[in-house]
C-alpha cells in the first residue's frame, strides 16, 4: 500500500470527528503564491472518482480530463481568467482564411514527447486527423470541439494547415482544450481499450508531468519531466514543473476528502461539498471554486418519451421546482442560481430566467389541461399510467441525490411522482441510452467556447435531450440540431452570439431543460500549496504549483 493511501484511511477517522469554524471562503481560479517559488517536493491530490480514459477526446469527465491537463500540451492556451487564445504548442494564433475553413499554425521546433520522439506538423496532423475524424474500428470517437474537419496538410516540418468542410470558428478555441490534448505517435496507435485503466503508463504526451506508477482504481503516480522547457510564454514561471511529482488518490468519500486536507494528511481536494466550504475558512487552509463557463448544471428533458412529449408536462415540471430553495438549501454563494442554459460568463449567454418562474399553480393546472388527475394515492394518472419519471444520478455532479430528493419531494405536491435510479458510473452510463429508462437526466458540461452548447445538445455529441433515438437513429425535433450547427459553423462572432441566442430561445420555448445553478471546480487546499491553477473550466493544472514547506 503506498504512502499516499496509508495517510487517507489513517486520517479518514478524524475526517468524521473534524468540527472547524464555519464560513465562507473566497473564489478564485488561482491559489496565489507568496514569497519565492521553491522547487521539490510531492503533492497529494485526492479525486473523488477514478479516471476511466486518457483518450483526450473523451477526457471530458474531470477525474480524466485533470490528468490529460498534466500529461499533454496544446497549441494553443486559453487564458483562464480573461479566455483569450494565446501561443503555445504554436508559436502564434492561426492564420485562418476568410469563412474559417483553412487554419494553418507554426509549430515550435524544440519540443519532444517522454519517450523521445519530436512534437513535428507530421505528429500534429496525425493527432488532429484523429481526433477530427475518430475510428470506428478503434472505438475512438470524434472530437466534441472539433466540428466539420476534412484534413490536415503538413506544409512543412514545422507548419501544417488544417481543412474544413464548412466554416469551423471554435476550431482555434478548440486546439487549447484538453480534448486536443497532443500524443506522441505510439500512443495514437492505441484502441479505446488501450488508453484505459492499467495503461497509464503507457499514454505518452509532451506536458510537464508523466503518468509514472499506476494502481488501477485508487491511485496514479505523475513525475515532473525535468527537461520541459516550452510552457505558454505568457506565463512567469518557465522550465520544469516546481514540484517533483503528485500523487492522484481516489477518496470517494467527502468527509474523507476533507478531513484528510484538514488533518494535513493531503494537500488538495477537489469537489469540496457545500456543506464543508465553511471548514476551509480556518487557519491554514483556503478554497478555490473555479468557473466552469459552459452549459449549467441541470435537467434535459428527454421529449420523445410518451410522458414527456407532452410540452405541458414538461412546463408543468419547470413552473413545479423551486430552484431558489434547492440552492439556498444545498449550496453556498459559489453555486450562482442560473438565469439559462450557458453560465453569465460562458460565450454565448442569453438570460431566459422568465421561463423558469416556480408556480406550482401553474404546474398543476397545465397537468390538468394535459389530462393528468390526480389519483387516491396523490399521483396523477391518465389512461391507467401513473404520471412517474425517473431521473438519473449524475455521479460527477455536486449532492445530485440531494437535489434530486428535494425535487422529489417539490413535484410530489403536485401529483408527479419521481424516482432515483442509483448505481455506479457503468450502470448510470447504460442507462442514459434509453428514455424507458431515464427521462429527466441530470447533467452539465464546461467549456469557454460557443460550440459547448451544441457539445451538450447536438444528436452527434452527447444528445442529452436523446433528440436521436439510439434505437433507430431517427431526429424527433431536426430544428434544433440545425439550430445547433449553425452555432458551430457561422463565420463571425456577431453571428456565432446570434446563432446560440437562437437555440437557447428554441431550448427554452419547448421547455426541453431546466437549469439549476452555475456549477463550479471547488478544490479544497492546504496554506502551503502555492500557484495552484485551474485551466478555463475548472480542471487543475500543477504546472507552476509549490509547496511552501
Partial sequence: MSRSLRLLRASAALAVAATLMAGCAGTATDSGGSGEPVPGHTLTYLEPQTWTTLYPPAAGFYPNGGLVNNITDRLLYQNPETLELEPWIATALPVVNEDATEYTFTIRDDVTYSDGTPLDAENVVKNFD?????????????????????????????????????????????????????????????????????????????????????????????????????????????????????????????????????????????????????????????????????????????????????????QAIISGVDREAIVSTLFTDSYPLATGALATTALGYLDTSEYYQYDQDAAAALLDEAGWTLGADGIREKDGQKLTLTFNEALPQPRSKEVITL?????????????????????????????????????????????VLKSQFHTGNRNTLLNRSNDDDSIGDPTLDDLLAAVASAPTVEERQAASEAAQRHIADQAYFLPLFEEPQVFGLRADVQGFRTESVGRPWFYATWLDR
Fill in 130 to 314: 484523429l481526433y477530427g475524424k475518430g475510428d470506428p474500428d478503434r472505438a475512438l470517437t470524434v472530437s466534441e470541439a472539433v466540428n466539420n474537419y476534412d484534413h490536415g496538410e503538413v506544409v512543412d516540418e514545422h507548419t501544417v494547415t488544417f481543412f474544413f468542410t464548412a466554416p469551423s470558428p471554435g476550431f482555434a478555441q478548440a486546439v487549447s482544450t484538453i480534448n486536443s490534448g497532443l500524443l506522441a505517435d505510439a500512443s495514437l496507435d492505441k484502441t479505446n481499450e488501450e488508453f484505459g485503466p492499467g495503461n497509464a503508463t503507457t499514454v505518452i504526451g509532451s506536458g510537464p508531468f508523466v503518468i509514472s506508477d499506476e494502481k488501477i482504481g485508487t491511485e496514479v503516480a505523475l513525475t515532473a519531466r525535468e527537461d520541459y522547457d516550452w510552457a505558454p510564454p505568457s506565463l512567469e514561471h518557465q522550465g520544469a514543473a516546481l514540484l517533483d511529482g503528485i500523487d492522484v488518490v481516489v477518496a470517494g468519500e467527502s468527509s474523507v476528502r476533507v478531513g484528510t486536507v484538514v488533518a494535513g494528511q493531503a494537500d488538495i481536494a477537489r469537489q469540496v461539498d457545500a456543506p464543508d466550504e465553511g471548514q476551509f475558512a480556518a487557519d491554514g487552509l483556503s478554497l478555490v471554486a473555479a468557473t466552469t463557463n459552459g452549459v449549467n448544471n441541470g435537467f434535459s428533458f428527454r421529449f420523445r418519451n410518451d410522458i414527456l412529449s407532452d410540452i405541458r408536462v414538461r
Fill in 407 to 451: 425535487v422529489q419531494e417539490q413535484l410530489a405536491k403536485i401529483g408527479i411522482e419521481v424516482e432515483l435510479f442509483a448505481g455506479d458510473s457503468a450502470a448510470q452510463t447504460e442507462a442514459s441510452l434509453s428514455a424507458d429508462t431515464i427521462q429527466v437526466y441530470h447533467s452539465m458540461v464546461g467549456r469557454s467556447d460557443f460550440d
